[in-house]
């Protein structure tokens, strides 16, 4: 191995750091409705999102790749054209993920601004990968299939997950039923 393959290696390895980081601020600061809404699912369903996201990636994604390893040229198109889908939804839900972060981040040093936050997070979650054996073999299949659920679950048609009663809402429960309780017609 020359001096040429190790900076090859290593440009390689930076570009995708890189590439990776500004697609998920991309997509979180051009989104921000789909990607918030990815970011209520990991926060209140986080199970539910690795599970949608395994199930996804086995019924999606090995089709995908056996099209894609087929010779016929259109089986190849639409391997890719399925992966694509898959991408963007790992992409929207990533988005969600490095937002659950910033918010962390934004709840322990409130003086850092929200694009600052959003900022070292994208970098946080990309660069975590890069951990040798850890964040290859483990952290990087747990961040895609728990994006890709996400990613499904806040690009799906139909109403948005509700957040389960915390018991901070609870006196705010108890005055609208007991408002509720109250003849009609009769204002407090």
Do not use: N
């Amino acid at each position: 191995m020359t001096l040429g393959d190790v900076l090859a290696v290593l440009a390689t390895v930076v570009s995708l750091v890189v590439t990776g980081m500004a697609v998920v601020l991309a997509a979180a600061l051009l989104f921000p409705a789909a990607t918030g809404r990815a970011q209520r699912q990991l926060q209140f369903r986080p199970w539910l999102s690795l599970g949608v996201g395994v199930i996804v990636g086995l019924v999606g994604g090995f089709p995908a790749l056996v099209l894609l390893a087929l010779p016929h040229p259109g089986a190849k198109l639409c391997g890719g054209f399925l992966l694509s889908l898959l991408g963007t939804r790992v992409v929207v839900g990533a988005a969600g993920v490095v937002q659950v972060m910033a918010d962390h981040i934004r709840d322990r040093s409130p003086s850092v601004s929200p694009f600052a936050a959003l900022s070292y997070s994208g970098g946080l979650f990309v660069v975590a990968f890069l951990f040798p054996c850890f964040g290859w073999l483990f952290l990087l299949p747990i961040a895609v299939l728990w994006s890709l659920g996400a990613g499904v679950t806040a690009l799906r048609w139909g109403p948005e997950p509700r957040r389960p009663m915390l018991e901070s809402d609870l006196p705010v429960v108890q005055a609208v039923s007991q408002t509720s309780a109250r003849e009609p017609g009769v204002v407090p």
